[in-house]
């Protein structure tokens, strides 16, 4: 561990008898002792030479010695603070411990009883520092694992796709179709993987609250509108009509940050083209009122059994089916209920089975202060 | 017959560079590999390639845009065709990626891994290879 090799000791005290009596003491034991006879001398001193233990008397003429504490309790967190006093009395030293003080010392005291206290701060400030150490050390290698996973996990991932690339492109036409057939095969469990590792990095990113950027007033049906022009090439690919219907002119505004709700209308959005099968139908819709904007998403795709429907935003819960197209990561629907919730918002799911499922996104308006919404219904006509 | 068109190719992945170098040179060209920048850039001056692809994040987040910088501060540098290459997709809807300004042009930022057919295809276009209009 990293340490001084002996403890620096501050004594502010205006008594020349004191700062002479303790420099004695605590030198015999070995420590490295400066002193101050004033407040603002002692304040100049702790920031220059930061002592790991000051001893501060509290009745001083000019800066009061509560004053010092306060200051430098604030200034430098490490330092351990030793007040003394002349006149204990309970009040004061509960006063010096709240502006940030660790101890006490009535005057008048002995050698012993200083030692004493300042071998408790020392231990005290060893344990400050040990404490701090290990923080550091876990938000480090929870970071560092975050990374690791990132990119040592993945580019592997990303190699391995390269290489079949490679092999595809290689061998070409020598390959017959079970061969081709393998190596997509590969591909898409590869893919699936990936994917799976970006998901779960997403999440935890949300759990650090680094996900959600920094949320503006927006307009759903602008992320509707590029919602539906990313999805249109997937919908139109698998067969499915994706359809927006009965759209307001207008929605109030909602608090959002625009790229993660992309991204939550997209994996909704994309779990439909997963389970809906060929000619089916995607539909978005929203509505307002002044308090709400609730988006649906509809499809007629396989729908979810009742018993499997309070699960599905679970971690890692798959409804499996035959109709599924493609293997999900399991996180996609936890992903999107965590965002919504980021944005007090919420997420919910009905479904018939064989019929399709809809997914219901329920925002809270952005109001702004003494501003009403539903400026375009007219003051008498408020819908009930 | 034309000599080869060549092909610098940056990655700190060796086995990145060995399967890209494969689909490249059954497009027809010679592959020059380098594993970090410093050698990339090296290369490219002792070399004088037809074009570079350039990893994005090696030793460092980035390391592929000062790569990028140096290579068209040379001589040979400033007209050549320079690709970006990025694990994370930098074009879709969450990366919207847009090189600064005064950043030196970037002739494609491409996501890895990088199909065969797609990567060919944009080499050709650059190279002059014209394949069809």
Redesign the interface.
């Known amino acids: 561990m990293m340490q001084r090799p002996s403890p620096l000791i501050l004594i502010i005290d205006d008594e020349e008898s004191i700062r002479d009596g303790c420099r004695q003491a605590l030198e015999k034991l070995g420590y490295a002792v400066l002193d101050a006879g004033d407040g603002n001398e002692g304040i100049k001193i702790a920031r220059e030479a930061k002592p790991d233990i000051a001893l501060i008397d509290l009745k001083m003429p000019g800066i009061s010695g509560m004053e010092i504490i306060e200051i430098l309790s604030r200034d430098l967190p490490d330092m351990v603070l030793v007040m003394i006093t002349g006149y204990a009395t309970i009040v004061s030293a509960v006063e010096a411990i709240q502006k940030g003080a660790y101890d006490y010392l009535p005057k008048p005291f002995s050698p012993d009883q200083l030692r004493a206290v300042t071998q408790r701060a020392i231990e005290h400030r060893n344990l400050k520092i040990e404490t701090r150490r290990l923080r550091e050390e876990k938000d480090r290698m929870e970071k560092s694992f975050i990374t690791f996973v990132s990119h040592e996990m993945?580019?592997p991932l990303?190699?391995i796709?390269?290489?079949l690339?490679?092999l595809?492109?290689?061998a070409?036409d020598r390959l017959n179709r079970d061969m081709t057939e393998i190596i997509e095969r590969c591909c898409a469990r590869i893919q699936n993987l990936e994917t799976m590792v970006e998901h779960w990095l997403d999440i935890r990113k949300i759990g650090e609250g680094a996900f959600v950027g920094k949320k503006e007033p927006l307009d759903l049906l602008y992320i509707i509108g590029?919602t539906a022009e990313?999805m249109a090439p997937i919908c139109k690919a698998n067969g499915l009509q994706l359809e927006i219907m009965d759209l307001p002119e207008k929605i109030p505004e909602i608090l959002g940050d625009p790229?993660s709700l992309?991204?939550v209308f997209?994996n909704i959005i994309g779990n439909a083209t997963k389970y809906t099968p060929e000619n089916g139908k995607i539909s978005i819709s929203a509505k307002s009122d002044d308090y709400h904007v609730t988006v649906r998403i509809s499809d007629t795709g396989a729908g979810i059994p009742a018993d499997k429907l309070p699960f599905i935003f679970e971690p890692f819960y798959r409804v499996r089916g035959k109709e599924e197209r493609q293997r999900g990561s399991g996180l996609g629907l936890t992903f999107c209920k965590r965002i919504m919730e980021l944005h007090g918002g919420e997420i919910a799911a009905s479904s018939v089975e064989g019929q399709g499922s809809t997914f219901l996104l329920k925002f809270p308006t952005h109001m702004q202060p003494g501003q009403r919404m539903g400026s375009r219904t007219t003051p008498s006509g408020r819908k009930g | 017959m034309t000599a080869k068109k060549r092909i610098l190719l940056i990655d700190d992945d060796k086995d990145f560079l060995i399967a890209t170098k494969l689909i490249l040179e059954k497009g027809g060209y010679e592959v020059f590999l380098a594993e970090d920048g410093k050698t990339g850039v090296e290369i490219w001056k002792s070399v004088a390639p037809d074009l570079a692809i350039i990893d994005l994040m090696m030793e460092t987040w980035g390391e592929g845009f000062s790569v990028l910088s140096r290579i068209r501060a040379t001589d040979t540098g400033k007209d050549t065709p320079l690709f970006l290459l990025s694990a994370v997709d930098l074009q879709g809807p969450y990366n919207s990626f847009e090189p600064p300004p005064e950043f030196p042009k970037v002739n494609a930022v491409m996501q890895k891994p990088v199909k065969a057919e797609d990567l060919l295809r944009r080499i050709a276009q650059e190279l002059g290879g014209k394949m069809m209009s």
């Open positions: 993945r580019s990303v190699v796709r390269q290489y690339e490679a595809k492109a290689v070409g590029r990313e790229e992309l991204r997209i």
